[in-house]
């Protein structure tokens, strides 16, 4: 025998196993796609539901601070899902203090966009 015929004899033989093995890899993949698609489609219905708790909070928090008679309101910012706390002049209503600043709320914001940018999903 010689040595092309002994080669080719081995490529044959090797051929029809990869033939095989391609579907199983491109089923692991589809599957890995559909696994990655639930945890995305889970985790948005997790945020859903953290936000509607916080909110819930956040309407049991200044119901307690009317009924103590402060100038403590606490709200909550649906874009970047933070709480936050407004120090208000008794008198006027006018804002004394907000905690976290507007601007950090607006960097924070800002931020989430940035990263959702550059993983292409919603931050």
């Known amino acids: 025998m010689d040595i092309f015929s002994v080669t080719s004899k ?4 090797s051929q029809p196993s990869m033939k095989a093995e391609a579907p199983a890899q491109t089923r692991q ?8 698609k639930s945890a995305r489609e889970a985790n948005a219905q997790d945020k859903e539901d953290i936000a509607q708790k916080l909110t819930k909070t956040v309407e049991n928090l200044n119901k307690n601070m ?10 909550f910012n649906d874009e970047i899902s933070m709480m936050f706390v407004n120090v208000m002049e008794k008198s006027t209503g006018k804002i004394i203090r907000k905690i976290p600043t507007e601007e950090a709320m607006l960097l924070s ?6 990263v959702g940018t550059i993983f292409d999903k919603k931050g």
């Open 10 to 13: 081995q490529v044959e033989a």
């Open 29 to 36: 993949i589809e599957n890995s796609h559909q696994i990655a």
């Open 66 to 75: 009317e009924a103590l008679d402060t100038n403590v309101k606490f709200g």
């Open 109 to 114: 914001e800002k931020m989430q966009e940035i």
